[in-house]
């Protein structure tokens, strides 16, 4: 499986990003998709999660701000990040789960909020 990510940027605080990341491969099936991030110093942590029925989960820090979506067909994931802070500068990974619960991780997108 291939994940391929894309979004990436430098943004100022209150402004919006939309992270992508494609998955492929040959008889891909796919249970969930997720991003996570590591800013600086930090541990690697869960931002949010969308399951093949599409039950999402957010870490408290963005809940309100982030939007995880899912376009199965595209066998793509998104996350909308509105109203940017500077704490959430980080390295953002996909994440997808197979059906066979193998965990795939993308290369990681650079996320800047700074003025």
């Known amino acids: 499986v291939q994940l391929q990510a894309s979004g990436g940027g430098l943004v100022q605080p209150g402004g919006s990003l939309r992270l992508s990341c494609a998955a492929s491969g040959n008889g891909i099936s796919i249970n969930h998709m997720g991003w996570y991030r590591q800013a600086p110093g930090k541990e690697r942590e869960l931002v949010a999660r969308?399951?093949?029925?599409?039950?999402?989960t957010y870490a408290d820090s963005v809940k309100g701000r982030f939007t995880i979506s899912r376009d199965a067909a595209k066998n793509t994931v998104y996350l909308q990040m509105d109203v940017l802070k500077p704490e959430d500068t980080a390295v953002y990974y996909c994440?997808?789960?197979?059906?066979?619960?193998?965990?795939?991780w993308g290369q990681g997108t650079l996320v800047t909020v700074s003025s």
């Open positions: 994440n997808v789960v197979s059906s066979a619960w193998v965990s795939y």
């Open positions: 969308i399951t093949r029925g599409g039950t999402t």
